[in-house]
């Protein structure tokens, strides 16, 4: 059996991603094959439909090919464009089971994307962030995308990592979960600042990416726990307002998401 990762990639914007998939879907035909669960985007522009016809061609070679879908969004978009078998889960990160937040939280933490998927005036989170300041908010700016170095903040003599080795993972996902868990509150662009504030029960203020996963994914399954909140708009002044307004939450609502991801177990055990 072949699992090849999940994420965001599976389109025309991310060729580094998308052509090696492409290459093990394609070769490997007579394994079962799952990716798991993805969002899809090939822009409506000729490069981005030309390289649809090019997953499409390589995909439909495997007979034995699972897309899964994390958001209904790009269910319909795989079912609509691909031979393969399409299933639905969340996404996987949220099967992570962090431990739960004991200290003091404090500020608000700013996830935001510096990437062709960011949509958000940079101006507008300047203004945002000057308001934050003056009703006594520290803002912070952090990203769930590490840099090509990474190095351990708690030790002054740690090397830095050339890359990220199977070895550091654990500890790079819990030092950012830590960062989140200290944080009053999230303002965030990225899918995985949002999951990663519904594991830790941080109050958060999402907004959406260039094609609409981040959006899609709030209403698929986070729209009904208090603390995680979707906003469209685009006056600092009440954006800060709506941060103000999550603090006072309890966020004690929990979802439970294990039976999410049982058509992708039953499916790994076949």
């Known amino acids: 059996m072949i699992g090849y990762t999940g994420g965001g990639n599976i389109g025309n914007v991310y060729l580094d991603h998308e052509e090696p998939r492409r290459k093990v879907f394609s070769t490997f035909v007579n394994n079962k094959t799952i990716s798991f669960p ?22 439909n070679k495997n007979p034995n090919l699972t897309i899964v879908a994390r ?7 795989f079912k609509k464009n691909f031979a393969a ?91 950012k979960l830590e960062e989140i868990k200290a944080s009053e509150a999230v303002v965030t662009d990225r899918l995985h600042g949002m999951i990663f504030c519904v594991l830790t029960k941080t109050p958060c203020l999402v907004f959406d990416n260039s094609y609409g996963k981040a959006s899609a994914s709030y209403y698929n ?11 469209t708009e685009k006056d600092p002044k009440k954006i800060a ?23 992708l177990i039953d499916l790994i055990k076949k």
């Open 38 to 59: 993805q969002s899809v985007n090939f822009e409506d522009t000729e490069q981005g439909q030309e390289e649809l016809r090019k997953s499409q061609e390589a995909y």
């Open 241 to 263: 307002a709506k941060g103000n307004d999550l603090k006072k939450y309890e966020h004690s609502d929990t979802l439970d998401f294990s039976h999410s991801f049982d058509a």
């Open 71 to 77: 958001e209904t969004q790009s269910l319909n978009y």
């Open 221 to 231: 399954w986070f729209e009904d726990l208090d603390y995680i909140q979707y906003t």
């Open 85 to 175: 078998d399409v299933i639905y889960t969340s996404d996987i990160v949220v099967s992570l089971k962090p431990d739960p937040s004991e200290g003091k939280r404090d500020g608000v933490l700013f996830i935001m994307r510096q990437d062709s998927e960011k949509v958000i005036n940079e101006k507008l989170l300047e203004q945002l962030s000057y308001k934050l300041n003056n009703v006594g908010d520290e803002v912070e700016q952090t990203d769930t995308v590490l840099p090509f170095k990474a190095s351990d903040s708690n030790a002054d003599t740690a090397p830095d990592l050339d890359e990220v080795r199977i070895s550091e993972r654990g500890w790079l996902i819990e030092r």
